[in-house]
């Protein structure tokens, strides 16, 4: 089973650009689709982007779509997030997940491994 470890989060000003990196453990990275969540304080965990198992798809929120990018390489088992034009509601902790399937799902119930998350703060 995959190891998720995120990294990358911090402190940045509004607009700023900001890059969220999960390094995985294991051999199974490659078989899995993975996924961005974000929780803030006081809501529920939500969908982010999505990525399929060879990179060949993705999907995001339409809260994000065309200020951030999923991405992967699978031949260093990382999974990134590059995003740009920050805003204080992106403010929340960040999680990376994966799933045992080829395509994304936005559903988090269907993600098997979760990392311990990374906080990214959008200051105004």
């Known amino acids: 089973q995959v190891q998720l470890v995120e990294s990358g989060g911090g402190l940045v000003q509004v607009g700023g650009p900001l890059i969220l990196s999960c390094a995985a453990s294991?051999?199974?990275?490659?078989?899995?689709?993975m996924g961005w969540f974000h929780q803030a304080p006081g809501k529920e965990r939500e969908f982010v982007a999505g990525i399929s198992r060879i990179g060949t798809s993705t999907y995001y929120a339409d809260s994000v779509k065309g200020r951030f990018t999923i991405s992967r390489d699978n031949a260093k088992n990382t999974l990134y997030l590059q995003m740009n034009r920050l805003k204080p509601e992106d403010t929340a902790v960040y999680y990376c997940?994966?799933?045992?399937?080829?395509?994304?799902?936005?559903?988090?119930?269907?993600?098997?491994?979760w990392g311990q998350g990374t906080q990214v703060t959008v200051s105004s």
């Open positions: 294991g051999r199974t990275f490659s078989t899995a689709a």
């Open positions: 997940a994966a799933r045992r399937a080829s395509y994304v799902s936005r559903n988090e119930y269907e993600y098997d491994t």
